[in-house]
């Protein structure tokens, strides 16, 4: 089987380098310009399921391509963002120092220390293992599956994948739009593609 993670395009939020975890932001200008280059692309290809995050800047995203193809979206809330409670809408240059202290502290391990009022990484990472089991068990071999989704939930996929300790997933770039590409055989998960942006090309 094949899964094609996708980030979501971009908001006003990630223009600004706010941090959204479950802020539920919708997609700017250029998010829906990418929405519609990443349907162009994908409606291409054969795929059977499409799988969304229930954040709306998610489902906004998946639209032109299910509209394209004639796939209704299956909204599943392992796919959520992670929640960064308190820290949330807060760009890097308006924390406070301590605050800046410990977000530094958070980016370089994550399985250390938890966002304030926020979810913990070894939940998310229980609840994107619980979706990839799922999905190796409803899903044909020879099948393939969109998942649009969030930048942090596509670093967990794939240090979960390629059996990497989880804090690696900060060092890994997932840009707004861009495809990550896994296929599973053999009782195992096989990275194919990383953060492809080449259909966002002019």
């Known amino acids: ?24 932001v919708k997609l700017n200008e250029k998010g829906h310009w990418q929405a519609r280059r990443l349907a162009d692309v994908l409606s291409k290809q054969q795929f059977s399921q499409i799988f969304v995050s229930p954040l709306c800047r998610a489902r906004e995203f998946a639209a032109p391509l299910a509209a394209g193809v004639g796939i209704q979206p299956q909204v599943c809330d392992d796919l959520r963002e992670i ?70 939930i596509i670093r967990v996929a794939v240090t979960l994948a390629l059996q990497m300790p989880i804090t690696a997933a900060g060092k890994l770039l997932i840009d707004n739009a861009s495809l990550t590409t896994m296929y599973f055989y053999a009782s195992s998960w096989y990275l194919n593609k990383l953060n492809d942006t080449a259909h966002l090309a002019e």
């Open 83 to 152: 929640s960064f409670g308190r820290w949330e809408g807060l760009r890097y240059a308006e924390m406070d120092a301590a605050t800046q202290k410990l977000y530094l502290s958070w980016c370089n391990n994550p399985a250390a220390f938890t966002p304030p009022a926020g979810e913990a990484i070894q939940d998310v990472r229980a609840r994107v293992a619980n979706f990839m089991l799922k999905i190796t068990k409803t899903l044909g071999a020879e099948e393939t599956a969109v998942i649009i989704t969030h930048g942090g």
């Open 1 to 24: 089987m094949k899964l094609i993670w996708v980030r979501h395009g971009e908001t006003l939020w990630n223009e600004q380098f706010r941090l959204q975890g479950l802020s539920d």
